[in-house]
């Protein structure tokens, strides 16, 4: 882990963080990197593609979760960015779902070592979780969805009224809560002012479009 990228973004952010937060992320790292030799979790490689592209960028939700609320990381792959949610927010519930094993394995793993008592990592798919736990999230977010209007149709019924989904997107993200203006209306959703960001060392541009469910 590049120490000084993720400091240096920890105080963009406003956040405070302690020695054993930042040793969790390394660690977290390090074991992914020992995994990735074995197992194909992430096609992300090298000490600082790893920091910006995995831990910094799942930084940029760590201010928009609230005091003790359950948050939901869909398609979560690798754990990014449940699993940095956890070690950052010890208050809030970080609940993970993917429908890979070897991935949820490897959250699970991480969060033994770490001894994450937030954190749950599921295997499953979205639309039996949609089912099984209507309602029961304060926040949904993903990085996974290649389509916002597919993200929105299956998360949507996870999140509780007044709760908040959060599709993190690269910068034309706010253009498909354009096209889909009508849509997100009928299924009970409000649009938020989006959060624009630009990754360090030139790793992109990025924005996390934010809708809440109307109470």
């Not at 709760?163 to 997107?169: A, E, F, T």
């Amino acid at each position: 882990m590049n120490r000084s990228l993720v400091l240096e973004a920890v105080s963009t952010l406003g956040l405070q963080v302690d020695e054993q937060q930042l040793r969790a992320c390394e660690q977290l790292l390090q074991e992914l990197v020992r995994w990735n030799h074995r197992i194909n979790l992430t096609a992300v490689t090298g000490n600082d593609a790893m920091t910006v592209k995995h831990l910094i960028d799942s930084l940029q939700l760590v201010p928009l979760l609230q005091a003790r609320e359950q948050a939901l990381d869909v398609g979560s792959g690798a754990g990014f960015p449940a699993l940095v949610l956890a070690i950052m927010r010890p208050d809030c519930r970080i609940s993970s779902i993917d429908a890979v094993g070897k991935k949820i394995s490897f959250q699970r793993h991480v969060a033994r070592m770490l001894q994450l008592k937030n954190f749950i990592a599921m295997h499953g798919r979205v639309e039996a979780l949609a089912k099984e736990q209507p309602g029961c999230f304060d926040f949904v977010c993903s990085r996974a969805f290649s389509s916002l209007a597919l993200m929105c149709e299956l998360t949507a019924p996870l999140v509780a009224p007044g709760g908040r989904l959060v599709s993190m997107r690269a910068v034309n993200g706010e253009q498909e809560v354009e096209t889909m203006r009508q849509r997100i209306t009928e299924m009970g959703l409000l649009r938020e002012t989006p959060v624009r960001y630009s990754l360090p060392l030139d790793m992109g541009q990025r924005s996390l479009v934010i809708l809440r469910k109307a109470r």
